[in-house]
């Protein structure tokens, strides 16, 4: 399939009195139109700063960025301005990122009337009909963010995103503010809007569980590096990173039988601080080599299973033998 947007080793780095924050190092990824990418990883590794700088809400330090084959990466303020109508974020906070003083209709007006989506004749049509597109009660018009619940609020946001009638929308951990059962309802429409517009994500999460449900594709951070993507299912089924398996034995399981054992990750964690050349998994990887010291490209280890380490080969052997081991059919491998 084509790609909507594509990252080539696109960097985002800030200044600190310590020196240059590496926040997102060298990421090249690509997302397919009308699909879902999803971006995980812990708190601090650069998934939120790779969505703002792919949609230039942050301006990258290096790198380029491609949209729909055309290089974007250094545009003038009008070009921008027609990219922005492409290119829209749904925020993690709800309550937050909408202006308190504006009222559903208003923050919604805002929205159709800069982008020239409506006119003054048809801005009422337009608002009912977000509304309507993403279940906003009709009677919630006049409503303020604070008398209204945090999956209210979210639709609220979804529905400014999509006033602009865009192709890419970056999702910034939307349901992580929400609770449980709301976030359900989130996710589902999100899902219900893109199969309806073709739209193409990139769903920025911790959670795994959720990066599961949404994506087709998933890739991993770490200290704001990509380490490992790969389609979801290939990840959950062969992770080959040692960080990716960390991650999942951390997921909670119900399944008593089939739960696998919590990888604890010991050591101490690297500065993203002009960092040293090599893994920045080093320290607290139970693989590490003298290998591992020297500069790392990601690299293809099967089709479309990119993995950032040395040691990914040793790894994918490791699962074989062990799916061979577990194989109780006496077959040969």
């Known amino acids: 399939m084509a790609a909507l947007v594509e990252l080539k080793g696109l960097k985002t780095y800030f200044e600190t009195p310590r020196g240059l924050l590496h926040a997102v190092d060298d990421v090249t990824m690509s997302f397919e139109k009308g699909t879902t990418m999803g971006v995980v990883g812990e708190?601090?590794?650069?998934?939120?700063?790779?969505?703002?700088?792919?949609?230039?809400?942050?301006?990258?330090?290096?790198?380029?960025?491609?949209?729909?084959?055309?290089?974007?990466?250094?545009?003038?303020?009008?070009?921008?301005?027609?990219?922005?109508?492409?290119?829209?974020?749904?925020?993690?906070?709800?309550?937050?990122?909408?202006?308190?003083?504006?009222?559903?209709?208003?923050?919604?007006?805002?929205?159709?009337?800069?982008?020239?989506?409506?006119?003054?004749?048809?801005?009422?049509?337009?608002?009912?009909?977000?509304?309507?597109?993403?279940?906003?009660?009709?009677?919630?018009?006049?409503?303020?963010?604070?008398?209204?619940?945090?999956?209210?609020?979210?639709?609220?946001g979804i529905a400014r995103a999509l006033a602009m009638n865009p192709k890419f929308i970056v999702c910034d951990e939307p349901v992580s503010a929400l609770d449980v059962s709301i976030q359900a309802q989130v996710l589902n429409l999100l899902q219900d809007l893109q199969v309806e517009f073709g739209l193409t994500y990139m769903f920025v999460t911790h959670d795994l569980s959720v990066v599961r449900h949404i994506s087709d594709n998933i890739s991993v951070m770490y200290l704001g590096q990509l380490v490992e993507s790969c389609p979801s299912e290939t990840?959950?089924?062969?992770?080959?990173?040692?960080y990716t398996k960390a991650l999942l034995s951390a997921i909670p399981s119900t399944d008593i039988h089939n739960r696998c054992e919590q990888q604890i990750i010991k050591g101490e964690l690297s500065s993203p601080i002009n960092p040293k050349p090599g893994c920045r998994f080093f320290n607290r990887c139970p693989h590490a080599c003298e290998a591992c010291y020297q500069a790392q490209q990601l690299r293809e280890i099967g089709q479309g299973h990119f993995v950032l380490c040395h040691m990914a080969e040793k790894l994918q052997a490791d699962i074989h033998a062990e799916a061979c081991l577990e194989n109780r059919t006496g077959q040969m491998c």
């Open 235 to 242: 990840l959950f089924e062969k992770p080959l990173h040692p």
């Open 43 to 156: 708190s601090g590794c650069g998934k939120s700063t790779l969505g703002r700088t792919t949609i230039h809400l942050l301006e990258s330090t290096g790198g380029q960025i491609f949209y729909e084959g055309e290089d974007v990466t250094h545009v003038s303020a009008s070009r921008l301005f027609k990219l922005r109508q492409d290119m829209q974020i749904i925020f993690q906070d709800p309550f937050s990122s909408l202006n308190p003083r504006f009222t559903v209709e208003e923050t919604l007006k805002e929205t159709l009337l800069r982008a020239k989506r409506a006119t003054r004749k048809t801005l009422d049509a337009e608002i009912t009909k977000l509304m309507d597109m993403v279940g906003i009660a009709r009677r919630l018009r006049m409503s303020y963010p604070h008398e209204m619940d945090g999956g209210r609020r979210q639709r609220v």
